[in-house]
């Protein structure tokens, strides 16, 4: 099956601080990619739309400003956490979408803001 | 607004048994639906899919059953082992009206399974 490697699986930062997670396609080229995030007991929340060679596209309530989303080429995405604070620890997951249409999900990373 | 969610939150099985995850939908434009597995602290797997032109389709071990009638998919896990302890989440994609699906998912609450040994 598809493969989608996340990076890193976990990482803590301090307050202020930017941290970039980084999505890739191993095995097949992703037109799209999708950012979630994952609070403890709760289902997925679609954050963005990552579209190669485009601006993302968030959903209503992300602050484009706040995760920023790079498209750079057919296998990577990157998201970037600007001045993280407390609230934004959570689990971060990608996924990438294949010719399919299906949608094969990174391992998610787990962010821990003090 | 539109969503999909599940009737039952946690399911306890013993191994061996077969095993029914249900999910209502509310999207009658919906096309196509996921179910994916997550293990704790892991991504969500793919399981199977099945879209809106068909009633049910097979796995290995798993089945999926579509009744657009009354909004209703239903995983069965046939024979459940240890190893099918996790969260299922069922999904659902909806195509424009005379557009192309973009794979945009709309996820469900998730089920707790727990297959004891």
């Known amino acids: 099956g598809a493969v989608v490697s996340q990076h890193p699986s976990r990482v803590i930062c301090k307050s202020g601080t930017s941290v970039k997670i980084e999505c890739r396609s191993l095995?097949?080229?992703?037109?799209?990619m999708f950012w979630y995030r994952q609070f403890p007991k709760q289902s997925l929340m679609l954050m963005a739309t990552?579209?190669?060679?485009?601006?993302?596209?968030?959903e209503q309530g992300v602050e484009k400003d706040k995760f920023l989303i790079n498209h750079a080429s057919l296998t990577l995405s990157t998201l970037t956490v600007t001045s993280a604070h407390p609230e934004d620890s959570s689990f971060y997951i990608c996924?990438?979408?294949?010719?399919?249409?299906?949608?094969?999900f990174g391992a998610g990373t787990r962010l821990s803001v003090l | 607004g539109e969503s999909v969610g599940l009737h039952l939150p946690t399911l306890s099985v013993q191994e061996g048994d077969n095993s029914i995850i249900n999910c209502a939908y509310s999207?009658?434009?919906?096309?196509?639906f996921i179910w994916y597995k997550q293990e704790s602290g892991k991504g969500p797997q793919f399981i199977i899919d099945?879209?809106?032109?068909?009633d049910k389709r097979q796995g290995q071990r798993v089945t999926v059953l579509l009744n657009k009638t009354v909004k209703h998919l239903s995983l069965q896990i046939a024979a459940t082992q240890p190893g099918d302890s996790a969260v299922y989440f069922c999904?659902?994609?909806?195509?424009?009206?005379?557009?192309?699906?973009?794979?945009?998912?709309?996820f469900g609450q998730g089920t707790i399974l727990t297959v004891h040994p």
């Open positions: 999207n009658s434009a919906s096309d196509y």
């Open positions: 996924s990438a979408l294949s010719r399919a249409n299906i949608q094969y």
């Open positions: 095995d097949f080229q992703a037109t799209t």
């Open positions: 999904a659902e994609n909806m195509v424009p009206a005379g557009g192309t699906s973009y794979g945009k998912l709309t």
């Open positions: 990552s579209n190669e060679g485009s601006k993302a596209t968030y």
């Open positions: 099945i879209r809106s032109n068909m």
